[in-house]
T-cell receptor
Framework: DGGITQSPKYLFRKEGQNVTLSCEQN?????MYWYRQDPGQGLRLIYY???????QKGDIAEGYSVSREKKESFPLTVTSAQKNPTAFYLC???????????FGSGTRLTVV | DQQVKQNSPSLSVQEGRISILNCDYT??????FLWYKKYPAEGPTFLIS?????DKNEDGRFTVFLNKSAKHLSLHIVPSQPGDSAVYFC????????????FGKGTRLHILP
């Protein structure tokens, strides 16, 4: 079955530590995206990648970093520079034709 | 500057009645519109879409209406069922310019028994 997998589902991090969220897709999609959801804020774009080895900043990229070494994988690192990292993080992918995204099931990150 | 606006953060509707969720957009380059449904602690799932060449698209209990002159779209759910309680995101894209989809902030729909 084709899909997009985010792991882990829940993640706890101590303040000052970096943490990496995994996102893998087997849909053969070229484009991948990271969003953050906070209550009342909707979905805010962190980073996106339209092709391997290339990515662009979204609206709220500060304190985050990504890599796109393989088509299937787009990991997101939440660094200690991110001021309010506690949130629900969503990864998505698309074929790049504007027909919409397929989302993963999300990772809830809590800083303790 | 919000390009896709959902002005109602929440909406309560009696089971069996019609639910109408509204969405406005400002970018005239948008030519493809989507609705996503999201349950808590899950990723959004695609519900229905409409191209700008149409003014209505229907899929079972779900109908999306597009009024291009008013830059307004709406999602109608008839009849509303308990499982429809979720957050609904309106989204838009300019398909031939950019693959990026712009999302509204969402409307939380409560279906009352």
């Amino acid at each position: 079955d084709g899909g997009i997998t985010q792991s882990p589902k829940y993640l706890f991090r101590k303040e000052g530590q970096n943490v990496t969220l995994s996102c893998e897709q087997n849909l053969n999609h070229d484009a991948m995206y990271w969003y953050r959801q906070d209550p009342g804020q909707g979905l805010r774009l962190i980073y996106y990648s339209q092709i391997v080895n290339d990515f662009q900043k979204g609206d709220i990229a500060e304190g985050y970093s990504v890599s796109r070494e393989k088509k299937e994988s787009f990991p997101l690192t939440v660094t200690s520079a991110q001021k309010n990292p506690t949130a629900f993080y969503l990864c998505a992918s698309s074929s790049g034709q504007g027909y919409g995204y397929t989302f993963g099931s999300g990772t809830r990150l809590t800083v303790v | 500057d919000q390009q896709v606006k959902q002005n109602s953060p929440s909406l309560s509707v009696q089971e069996g009645r019609i639910s109408i969720l509204n969405c406005d957009y400002t970018n005239s380059m948008f030519d493809y519109f989507l609705w996503y449904k999201k349950y808590p602690a899950e990723g959004p799932t695609f519900l229905i879409s409409i191209s700008s060449i149409k003014d209505k698209n229907e899929d079972g209990r779900f109908t999306v209406f597009l009024n291009k002159s008013a830059k307004h779209l709406s999602l109608h759910i008839v009849p509303s069922q308990p499982g429809d309680s979720a957050v609904y995101f309106c989204a838009a894209s300019a398909m031939y310019r950019d693959d990026k989809i712009i999302f509204g902030k969402g409307t939380r729909l409560h279906i009352l028994p």
